[in-house]
């Protein structure tokens, strides 16, 4: 039987340097390695896992979102300005 080592969080955001509710969100979404609990207080994850998603982040990059559309805000939206003849 191997032993993998896992860590808790302080290790984790030195490793991925994202907000608690970006990581838990995309662990809801099945975008990051799943924690689990060691004891009712203590939450950890694989750290071969969270190497072979940053690993695969690097080589495979991330798709940028594109621009909000500004026109749809409901407070301040930004119209679009008439051109004059």
Known sequence: ??????????????????????IYDME???????????????VVW?????EAWVKARRENGVAK???PDVTKRRSRPVHAVATQP
């Open 1 to 22: 039987m191997e032993i993998q080592r896992t860590i808790r969080r302080r290790e984790l955001l030195q490793i991925v340097p994202l907000a608690d509710s970006t």
């Open 28 to 42: 809801r979404r099945g975008e990051f390695p799943k924690r689990f609990n060691l004891t009712p207080r203590c």
């Open 46 to 50: 694989y750290l071969a896992e969270v």
């Open 65 to 67: 979102t594109p621009p």
